[in-house]
Structure formats: C-alpha cells, structure tokens
T-cell receptor
Framework: EAQVTQNPRYLITVTGKKLTVTCSQN?????MSWYRQDPGLGLRQIYY???????DKGDVPEGYKVSRKEKRNFPLILESPSPNQTSLYFC??????????????FGDGTRLSIL | DQQVKQNSPSLSVQEGRISILNCDYT??????FLWYKKYPAEGPTFLIS?????DKNEDGRFTVFLNKSAKHLSLHIVPSQPGDSAVYFC???????????FGSGTKLNVKP
C-alpha cells in the first residue's frame, strides 16, 4: 500500500530535550516536505526537499532541522524543543516536481506537546 | 501575513444541496491551486487542482473555479453528501512546485 508513515503519532516531552520525528514513504517520490498545523493558521510549511540533493526552508523553519540522506526518509529534528513548537505535524511526499501538479500524499500526523 | 486565506471557518449544508467553499490569495505569482480534504486523525488528501491558465476544472461532483483578477477560487460540491463532512484546505504554489501555502481551512458539515 502506498503510504507516508510518521513516527511517533503522539509525543509529550519537555523543553530542551532533543527529539526526532521520522517520515518514510514507499512510493519512490522525489519531493518531501514537513508542515505544522495550528488552529486558525492552517498548514505552514517548515522544510521541503526537492530530491536527495536539495533541501530548503519553507515558511516557518526556525527551531527545526531536516535531513535527506536517502530518498525514502525525511526526518524532522527539534534540537531544543520549546512550548511554541507544540503542534500537529504532517509529512508529505509527491513525485518529481510538476509531475503531480503539486498534489502531495500526507502522513497521518504527529501530535507533539512540549511542556 | 497569510498569502492564502479561507475566511469562513465553517459551513453547514443540507444533504443534496450545493456546498461552496471559498479561498482568496494575495500573491499573483501563484500558478497552481489545490484543494485538500481532511478527516479527523488523518492527513489531508488531495481532491482537485487548477492551473492559473484555466478558470474551471471539474472532477465528478467537485468543481473548482478560479477568478484570477479577483484572486479568488471556490470549490463547489454538488450534490453534497454526509461523507463530504470534513475540513477543506485550499493551497497555492508556483511553477517551481517547491513551496506551498495553505489556507486555514473550512469545516464543512453536511446534514442528512
């Protein structure tokens, strides 16, 4: 089954404790991206990766890092989480840019609570 | 400042009637517009898209209209069904298909 898998689905942690949210896709997609969803703000793009060699900032990259060492995986790293990063996070992927005309496949989300 | 806006947080429609969801954008560089549907505890799923060179795109019960001069797009669902009850997000991107901008979503409730 074609899917984007995020782990963990839920996490409660404390300020300053490094965490990683993993994202893996099995569709051989080139493009991957991370979003956060907050009430009243919709989805905002954190980072995206056009392919294994290209990664760039989205609209709200502060406090986040990403890594794209292989095509299928795109982990989101919070080196020193803070309470304002409490949010619902989504990973998404799509084929070669333009091929799907922007349509992305999304994971089911990771709810992070940072105390 | 949000470049894509959905000004109606919610919409309630009777089953069988038309649902019209609206979206406005500010950036004239946007070339593609997309609608996603999201159920609780799931990720958004792609619904329909439209290129800036078109003014209408239809897929079954779903039609998206684009008015470039007004920087406005709308999603029409006809006829509406209870299973259409979800949050709908509009999104926009340029021809680079790298950065995507989403609206805040409209929660549609279709009453049986």
């Amino acid at each position: 089954e074609a899917q984007v898998t995020q782990n963990p689905r839920y996490l409660i942690t404390v300020t300053g404790k490094k965490l990683t949210v993993t994202c893996s896709q099995n569709m051989n997609h080139e493009y991957m991206s991370w979003y956060r969803q907050d009430p009243g703000l919709g989805l905002r793009q954190i980072y995206y990766s056009m392919n294994v060699e290209v990664t760039d900032k989205g609209d709200v990259p502060e406090g986040y890092k990403v890594s794209r060492k292989e095509k299928r995986n795109f982990p989101l790293i919070l080196e020193s989480p803070s309470p304002n990063q409490t949010s619902l996070y989504f990973c998404a992927s799509s084929p070669t840019p333009g091929q799907a005309l922007g349509a992305q496949h999304f994971g089911d989300g990771t709810r992070l609570s940072i105390l | 400042d949000q470049q894509v806006k959905q000004n109606s947080p919610s919409l309630s429609v009777q089953e069988g009637r038309i649902s019209i969801l609206n979206c406005d954008y500010t950036n004239s560089m946007f070339d593609y517009f997309l609608w996603y549907k999201k159920y609780p505890a799931e990720g958004p799923t792609f619904l329909i898209s439209i290129s800036s060179i078109k003014d209408k795109n239809e897929d079954g019960r779903f039609t998206v209209f684009l008015n470039k001069s007004a920087k406005h797009l709308s999603l029409h669902i006809v006829p509406s069904q209870p299973g259409d009850s979800a949050v709908y997000f509009c999104a926009a991107t340029t021809l680079n298909f790298n950065k995507f901008y989403f609206g805040s979503g409209t929660k549609l409730n279709v009453k049986p």
